[in-house]
């Protein structure tokens, strides 16, 4: 019930086109969900969040897609850089303070020149 | 804005001996906040809420008197591994809370010996 299923777990994008990662969350109780971006040896900084109340949130190169019914969610980078090969982290936790996030699994990416 | 850091960043010492990470938010305060560890290559795992002023709640199997929480101040918490073994090596990552969302310090790496 607490799980966020995230996929795949690495992958490889050449510069300029589109990455995407999936998450899939169980818990209908959820209703935020930031991603991550995580460099080696750094902590995770939040790169762009949503919540249920729209479909899609965009910011900049960064676009989080929401389906509420099928309880998923992605993200898309758009115009992929070899600056954006990170490990990338989805979450979901419910709204309020004191709440706990739930990670997905990680998604190793490498953009190749 | 939202900025946390963690003092240090690498530790190494023996095993028996007792580390303490400090966690500080810089620019806003945080009623609420989380430590984390992670395995290489893996994603966060939470071991404990704290808030300001009260105990820390401890997550399912985290040893509570091995991993001190103490959340003094608004800015400040602090996580002292007591007897740290060399399993106890890890990356330990902290977070404050803000306007609902997590912020997170840049990791303190620790090595027992």
């Not at chain 2, 310090?105 to 090595?111: E, W």
Request: hydrophobic share 35%; with cysteine; aromatic share 12%.
């Amino acid at each position: 019930q607490q799980q966020v299923k995230q996929s795949p777990q690495s992958l490889i994008v050449q510069k300029g086109g589109i990455s995407i990662i999936n998450c899939a969350y169980e818990n209908t109780a959820f209703d935020y969900f930031p991603w991550y971006q995580q460099f080696p040896g750094k902590g995770p900084a939040l790169l762009i969040a949503i919540r249920p109340d729209v479909s899609e949130k965009k910011e900049g190169r960064f676009t989080i897609s929401f389906n509420k019914s099928a309880k998923q969610f992605s993200l898309h980078i758009m115009d992929s850089q070899p600056g954006d090969s990170a490990t990338y982290f989805c979450a979901a936790s419910r709204s309020g303070g004191n709440e706990k996030l739930t990670f997905g699994t990680g998604t190793r990416l490498t953009i190749i020149p | 804005g939202a900025v946390v850091s963690q003092h240090p960043s690498r530790v190494i010492c023996k095993s028996g001996t007792s580390v303490k990470i400090e966690c500080r938010s810089l620019d806003f305060q945080a009623t609420t906040m989380f430590w984390y560890r992670q395995f290489p290559k893996k994603s966060l795992m939470l071991m404990a809420t704290s808030n300001e002023g009260s105990k820390a709640t401890y997550e399912q199997g985290v040893e509570k008197d091995k991993f001190l929480i103490n959340h003094a101040s608004l800015t400040l918490s602090t996580l002292t591994v007591t007897s740290a073994h060399p399993e106890d090596s890890s990356f330990y990552i902290c977070s404050g809370e803000r306007y609902n969302e997590q912020f997170f310090g840049p990791g303190t790496r620790l090595t027992v010996l």
